[in-house]
């Protein structure tokens, strides 16, 4: 039997605790799969005495995650601590710096250093493995570096973050508001205490940059993600949306524009039919558009911590199945001193169809008003819908645009705000084509 691989384990949460269990609970098979055993030779975490769940007595203990990185006898760096600077971003350098291969969940440590990091192991001739960094136990990073070798991606898009779309999924299903949605994925354990990483699309984003260096060969820069969150997604957005043959998705989209690579993460109509729609609760998805390929859409559990240690568990295994001496493939699918600088390709160039949702004095001339808008901005409608006056004297009316710009549509519903007809902010909503 050859050696076994020697794993050091820092962070022992949810994920680091789940795959510290699925190491010990599944010996067998992993040896029989890797061809050697994988042995947790060294942990740390803060908290010494908390109970993990597994029999860590035989691991090296170290306070300090970037001591375990450098003084540990160990193969296998596995950073599972979290956050985009201190001691995830430490240790992980500190691992690297030593020729040592290294696994990590970490989207947002790769999201802001990802190249940086890429370029050390890649100079180090080690791996960086990040399976579980985006959409958690679904293999998209293996399936775009590796399975999709030859295809040149035009599009890639997710639900991305499970509180995100549990939240609309119980909105869409009970009729209840966003609010209490949030509450009840709080009390179940879906969404943090302050949940503002979540909703407000930054979760989404980190990922989606990740995705796009994949797709595009270009460096990652999540500075340059249009973000919008959930919270402003209301009843009557989902009402009409369901009325109109739509579904509301948060969805993080990285395409291949004519003015530049567009990334772009806001809550999304897609048609009821497609297959992203039917995508429930907590779940996340990935679909992928290739010249080769066509459309291919994965999907599965984001989050969590068995789901999130199999993909871990899985890079693990692919580093004890490398041969040594074996040139490891780019981190990113391009080398890393490759990834491309890109032209970013602006908001307002954004091209697609539109939800506009409009609440209005329920006087004379408001219908035409809009009407004109939206022509003076070369806007054609695919239809309009206009809700009969409340007892407040104010009515609703729903506009679907057929392809139009960003630009077009701001300056639309800039006029009808200065027209003084609206009694609230306009709703807008992009439509996303899906299959
Ligand atoms: N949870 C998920 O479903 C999920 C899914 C995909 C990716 N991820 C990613 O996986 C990573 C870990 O997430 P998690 O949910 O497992 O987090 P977590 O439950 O908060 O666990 C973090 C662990 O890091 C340890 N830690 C914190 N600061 C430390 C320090 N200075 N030195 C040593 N250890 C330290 C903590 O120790 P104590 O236990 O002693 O406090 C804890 O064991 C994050 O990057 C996250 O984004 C998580």
């Keep these: 039997m050859a050696e076994a691989l020697r794993v050091g384990i820092a962070g022992l949460g949810t994920v680091g605790a789940s795959v510290a269990r699925v190491l010990a609970h599944k010996t067998a098979e992993l040896t029989r799969q890797c061809g050697r ?55 992980v350098k500190a691992a690297l710096a030593r020729g040592r291969h290294v696994v990590t969940a970490n989207k947002a440590l790769l999201s802001r250093h990802g190249v940086a990091l890429a370029e050390m192991a890649e100079q180090k001739g080690v791996l960086l493995n990040y399976e579980a960094a985006v959409a958690g136990g679904i293999p998209v990073i293996k399936t775009m570096r590796e399975a999709l070798a030859g295809n040149s991606v035009t599009r890639v898009f997710g639900i991305l973050n499970g509180t995100c779309n549990y939240i609309l999924t119980r909105m869409e299903a009970e009729g209840i508001s966003f609010d209490d949605c949030l509450k009840d994925a709080q009390r179940l354990g ?19 940059s990740i995705l796009t260096a994949l797709a595009f060969g270009t460096r990652i820069s999540a500075g340059d993600i249009y973000m919008e969150g959930i919270s402003n997604i209301s009843q009557a957005d989902i009402r009409a949306a369901a009325e ?20 772009r993460v806001h809550p999304t109509m897609v048609p009821t039919a497609s297959v992203i729609a039917q995508v429930h609760g907590v779940t996340n998805a990935v679909a992928i558009e290739t010249d080769i390929l066509g459309e291919l859409l994965l999907s599965g559990p984001g989050a969590g911590g068995n789901a999130t240690a199999s993909a871990v568990v899985g890079d693990i295994a692919d580093i004890a199945k490398s041969r040594p001496g074996f040139q490891h493939g780019p981190v990113f699918g391009w080398p890393a001193k490759q990834l491309k600088p890109y032209k970013r390709a602006l908001m307002r160039s954004h091209a697609g169809g539109y939800f506009i949702r409009l609440t209005v004095l329920d006087r004379t001339g408001v ?22 006056a409340g007892a407040d004297g104010q009515k609703t009316v729903i ?35 899906a299959g």
């Design 367 to 388: 219908f035409a008003a809009i009407a004109k808008r939206m022509a003076d901005n070369d806007i054609s409608l695919e239809s309009i819908v206009q809700h009969s």
């Design 399 to 433: 506009l679907v645009t057929h392809e139009t710009t960003e630009a077009a549509v701001r300056k639309a519903t800039d006029g009808i705000t200065k027209d003084g007809h609206l009694t609230d902010k306009p709703q807008v909503i992009r439509i996303e084509r």
């Design 190 to 208: 879906y969404a943090e205490a302050d949940p503002t990483f979540d909703i407000e699309g930054h979760d989404t984003a980190h990922k989606l």
């Design 37 to 91: 055993p994988i042995e947790v030779a060294a942990v740390s975490a803060r908290s010494r005495g908390k109970d993990r769940q597994v029999d860590l007595s035989a691991a090296a203990w170290f306070d300090d995650p970037v001591a375990l990185a450098e003084q540990a006898d160990i193969d296998v760096f596995v950073e599972l601590i979290g956050g985009d600077e201190g001691p995830a971003l430490a240790s």
């Design 244 to 263: 109109l043959g739509y579904r509301i998705k948060l969805l993080g989209v990285a395409q291949r524009t004519e003015s530049g690579i567009e990334q």
